[in-house]
């Protein structure tokens, strides 16, 4: 199994602070990558997705990705104790014209007013 | 334009028993994931099904799981004779499959079905 890895937390930070969020994998050719959301007691909601080395950008959220290092990261900009919750990596495999989600144990985030 | 759905939200099942949990994927995907998330792990992935095909259960239990996906009706994920084991939050997702668009390929989840065997 391919392992994604990912610091269990809780990751602590102050309102208004940028929270960084990362991940590494062990397969080297894995080729995308998507960031969840998953508040207690509810489903996963996808944030981002990206393919590309380099960052990507949406609103307050910008992640980052660098396959030399196979290390993925998330940043959360003008953190809100809304954006408290567990964060997951996750890395796609390929099963045939879909793919299933390698999910790491998630980051969580807890934002304090 | 509603999402994944999924029932029962809770169910309760005494050793033994079987669980039947249901998911309909959203208006226009063709696949169906199934998840498993237990206490204090992430989730894992079970299965991979299209219409009255299963692409792939490599995260499936070899006994007491199964799953369908017919023609008609919703995806079925069935636990025969469950044990306290099984307890968990089980989740699907769908996705369009292949197309034109970037977003193809993201999965959608649904809010979960959380068993728990006594």
């Known amino acids: 199994q391919k392992e994604v890895e990912q610091n269990s937390g809780p990751l602590s930070v102050p309102e208004g602070a940028i929270a960084s969020l990362n991940c590494t994998y062990s397969?080297?050719?894995?080729?995308?990558f998507f960031w969840y959301r998953q508040y207690s007691g509810k489903s996963p909601e996808l944030i981002m997705f990206i393919y590309s080395n380099g960052d990507k950008e949406d609103g307050r959220f910008t992640a980052q990705l660098n396959k030399a290092s196979q290390y993925v990261s998330l940043l959360i900009r003008d953190s809100q104790p809304s954006d408290s919750a567990t964060y997951l990596c996750a890395v796609k495999v390929p099963l045939g014209s879909g793919y299933a989600l390698n999910f790491g144990k998630g980051t969580s985030l807890l934002v304090t007013p | 334009n509603a999402g994944v759905m999924q029932n029962p939200r809770h169910l309760v099942r005494r050793r033994g028993q079987e669980a039947r949990l249901r998911c309909s994927p959203m208006k226009g995907h063709s696949h169906v994931y199934w998840y498993r998330q237990l206490p204090e792990e992430g989730l894992k992935f079970m299965v991979y099904?299209?219409?009255?095909?299963?692409?792939?259960e490599s995260g499936m239990p070899k006994e007491r799981f199964s799953a369908e996906f017919p023609k008609e009706g919703p995806s079925i994920l069935r636990i025969q004779q469950v044990v306290r084991g099984d307890s968990a939050a089980y989740f699907c997702?769908?996705?369009?499959?292949?197309?034109?668009?970037?977003?193809?390929?993201?999965?959608?989840f649904g809010p979960g079905t959380r068993l728990t065997v006594t």
């Open positions: 397969d080297r050719g894995s080729q995308s």
């Open positions: 099904l299209q219409k009255e095909n299963i692409i792939d």
């Open positions: 997702a769908s996705s369009p499959g292949v197309g034109r668009s970037r977003h193809s390929y993201e999965q959608y």
